[in-house]
Structure formats: C-alpha cells, structure tokens
C-alpha cells in the first residue's frame, strides 16, 4: 500500500468510527432505561423502613400496614424530579394535576378500613397506583375507579409491571361507584369529596367502612361503618387536604 492510499483508509475509518459509537451508545440507552427506573436498592429499602418509623411515631399502629409501607418502592411511583423526596412524609405532584398522597395519610387511611385478606375493597381516586399497590399488598381484592383518562392509562400499564394486579382498574366516575361489583367491604376514597356520595354508602356490605375526606378547601377524615340497610354509624377524625374529587367528568 502506498502512503497516499494508507491515509485514505484512515480517513475512512474516522469518517465511520464516531457515527457508529454514537449510534451504539443511543441503542444501549434506549434498552437500559426502562431497567434502571425501576431499579429499587438496598439504599431505598433502607429509607422506606426510616419512613415506617416515622409513622409508628405518627400513631399508626396496624403491623401489616407498616409492612405494606415498608415494601412498596414509592420512588417509582413519582415523576423523576421527586426522587430523592420519595420517602419523605410529603404529598408530591404527578401527572394530570394530581398528587400521590402523604404517606401518612395513605396509612391512616388504610388503618381506618381495617383490610383483611380477600377483602373485596373499592377505590375511588386510583392516582399513581400507590394506595392500591398498599392494598394489595394487604392481600385485598381491589376495584379501583380513575377519572383521569392519562393516569387511568399509565397506571393499569405499571402496577401489573411491579406485580400488582388489582381485579379491576376502571376508567370512570367515582361518585356514582361501582354498583355491578358491590356489595364491598370497603370503600376508600383519595380525594377531597364536598358531600359524600349516597352510591357509596349503599354500595357497602352490613358491617363495611367507608373511609372519605369531606369538605371543600380542607377535609374531615370521616369513617362510616354500615350498621345496617339505612342505618350508618359515622366517626370524624380531624383536618387533611386533598385534591377535590370532581363529579360526572366522563
């Protein structure tokens, strides 16, 4: 070979060589991405355990609760921004201007409900999928009802990827429930309802808790248990805030 044809193969093999690493590293990221967001260390287990003593000091008491908040990876639950956040007892924002709830808040609320294996349970507010992923770890049949079109979609593709499958993810609208599913033995609502939902109370089995914030700009956690066909025993347990549960959107 002579020199000129010896630098006329180099250049050929500069032209080529930095196209096709970059073209390699574009191919690697696109295949590693959907890995490493739903990578859960040694480090979040850790910090999720932080967080489950934070809520025993916080008064929650129910052990499998407290289990169920230990073993959830509520990082992958939020939009990246609110990562190194995710286990802090904090609301955060998600899509569709909603929030995944205080972790605090997720817990009172599912002690109230006092969850028992093959409990036949409704949501009203399915969210980020957080609250049921918590009551399927509990072991509870969960019916859930969205009424965010964009949440609805992104969170029936994502539980299932955690292995959480709840009996039905229902894209509709929560105050009317889900009457060809009842009765159930309880209901639990994420959102901030101005009055409760007569469909809810009737959609309950004697003996059932429904769980519901109640008011307008704040909340009364509020607990109604089914004493019998027209007859409820109601409790009150003090101020939250939620995002408003919104009516007859679809």
């Given at each position: 070979m002579n020199k000129n044809s010896f630098f006329e193969a180099e250049k050929r093999k500069r032209k080529y060589k930095k196209p096709f690493e970059l073209l390699h590293v574009s191919f690697t990221f696109k295949f590693l991405k959907p890995?490493?967001?739903?990578?859960d260390t040694f480090k979040h287990k850790g910090l999720r355990q932080q967080l489950v003593k934070v809520l025993i000091d916080k008064g929650i008491k129910?052990?499998?609760?407290?289990?169920a908040i230990g073993n959830i990876p509520r990082h992958l639950f939020m939009d990246s921004g609110f990562l190194d956040h995710a286990y802090q007892d904090k609301a955060f924002p998600i899509a569709a201007d909603q929030t995944i709830s205080q972790p605090y808040t997720v817990a009172f609320q599912t002690e109230l409900l006092q969850v028992k294996k093959e409990s036949k349970i409704l949501e009203i507010g399915t969210g980020s999928g957080y609250q049921a992923a918590v009551l399927c770890e509990l072991g509870a049949k969960v019916y859930s009802i969205e009424r965010q079109q964009e949440l609805f979609k992104k969170t029936s593709k994502f539980l299932p990827k955690l292995g959480y499958r709840p009996k039905k993810l229902i894209f509709g609208d929560g105050y009317k429930g889900l009457k060809e599913e009842a009765p159930f033995d309880g209901i639990i609502?994420?959102?901030g309802a101005p009055f409760v939902p007569k469909p809810l109370l009737s959609q309950l089995k004697v003996g059932g808790r429904l769980?519901?914030?109640?008011?307008d700009d704040v909340q009364v956690m509020t607990l109604f248990i089914r004493k019998g066909s027209k007859e409820f025993e109601k409790h009150e347990f003090g101020d939250f805030r939620f995002v408003p549960l919104l009516e007859d959107k679809n």
């Open positions: 890995q490493l967001f739903l990578k129910d052990d499998a609760v407290l289990s609502v994420t959102a769980v519901i914030p109640v008011g």
